[in-house]
């Protein structure tokens, strides 16, 4: 079936070779080659501007069957560099479903890829590590691609906050974005919230709303004193892609909003305020990605399955007296929460709003607000 089929090959940067058949789009593209384990929320997955730079492998064998739909969109459009898939399914059968796979890849001129064998390639990086990549269909000599790809930059060291961010403050209000016209007034009635936009995914703010929050989200340049003549009632630090090192803007705001503002932070938020806090970030050999990955609560014992999508975690051993590690990831130990309760602060490194994954952690989003309310002194009606 695939010899009608236009080639594809894939090259990591140790010479290792993979080759499949592109089923959306053509041309050659560049990332860091990384994999998901989760096996549904394709589309909320692709749509996460926190895979910006990366060439994703889904670990799960069949991918395409239930299409794209309206709803389940994370951002306006994809956001990682290419697809790859044991199988694709091209007939999609879900009644909300609005078009394929393919279609939307191909509508936003991405690459999608099956017939790669993805447990091998899964394996790979798991033993070595996260890797540069090339995948191609327009290029089959290893020699030139090998040229090419060492020639292509890394993750490490690259703001790539800047290529995701908003470039003008919006609302977001009845489950949409919104212009922010120049006479908007916040509400008496609510907490208003200030979401720093390092990529945020739309679930994240509908998680804000369904909670009577005013939701106000600034591009990730946005200078704490911008910020503060908002007059917040609390800043939420999003997820995003890339080096948390290479973000010293942002960490220069958190540290210039600690302890004036509650603040929480997801994932490159968190590892953002651990940089504020005096912690140290560091990669992990290939990363945390899908959506069974258990957190252990240091404070009571308990395990809770999360969301996770990050290649770099926070380093607390370096952290002050007086900010507590508050989750921990049974896989590996890793960090994967703290708490700074005399300035209000707090931050998690995995996904409290799910989308796609299990919704263990939401009742963050509720702390939030508790902690707004203690601050603010003020309930939400």
């Known amino acids: 079936m695939f010899e009608s089929r236009k080639k594809a090959i894939l090259l990591l940067e140790d010479g290792t070779t993979y080759e499949g058949f592109a089923f959306a789009g053509a041309g050659e593209f560049f990332g860091e080659a990384v994999f998901n384990t989760a096996m549904s929320g394709y589309q909320e997955t692709i749509t996460d501007p926190s895979y910006k730079g990366q060439i994703l492998t889904m670990t799960y064998p069949l991918i395409g069957n239930y299409g794209i739909n309206d709803e389940d969109m994370e951002s306006e459009k994809i956001h990682l560099e290419a697809l790859i898939v044991k199988e694709y399914q091209p007939h999609y059968s879900n009644w909300r479903a609005r078009k394929s796979l393919k279609a939307f890849l191909e509508e936003q001129e991405k690459l999608g890829v099956e017939g790669i064998d993805t447990r091998a390639l899964t394996r ?53 974005p919104q212009h922010l016209s120049a006479d908007w007034q916040r509400h008496d009635n609510k907490y208003l919230v200030v979401v720093i936009d390092c990529g945020v995914k739309y679930s994240i703010l509908r998680e804000l709303e369904k909670r009577d929050c005013q939701v106000l989200i600034v591009p990730a340049t946005t200078r704490a004193e911008q910020i503060l003549a908002y007059c917040p009632d609390g800043v939420l630090f999003s997820n995003g892609p890339g080096d948390p090192a290479a973000l010293p803007y942002l960490v220069e705001t958190a540290r210039a909003l600690i302890g004036i503002k509650p603040i929480f932070g997801i994932c490159l938020g968190h590892q953002i305020l651990g940089q504020a806090l005096g912690g140290v970030t560091e990669k992990l050999k290939f990363g945390h990605r899908g959506i069974n990955q258990p957190a252990q609560s240091l404070d009571d014992g308990r395990v809770l399955i999360t969301s996770q999508n990050h290649g770099f975690v926070l380093r607390p051993k370096e952290l002050p007296h007086g900010v507590k590690e508050t989750f921990i990831n049974l896989n590996d130990g890793t960090s994967e929460g703290i708490i700074f309760p005399d300035k209000g602060v707090f931050s998690v490194q995995y996904h409290p709003e799910a989308a796609p994954g299990p919704q263990d952690v939401q009742w963050l989003f509720d702390d939030f607000l508790v902690a707004m309310e203690a601050r603010m002194g003020k309930g939400k009606h």
């Open 124 to 176: 790979k990086l798991r033993l070595f590590g996260a890797m540069k990549c090339v995948i191609s269909t327009l290029i089959f000599h290893k020699e030139e691609l090998q040229e090419r790809l060492d020639a292509s930059p890394s993750l490490v060291g690259r703001d790539l906050v800047k290529e995701v961010t908003c470039r003008v403050p919006y609302l977001w209000e009845n489950n949409n």
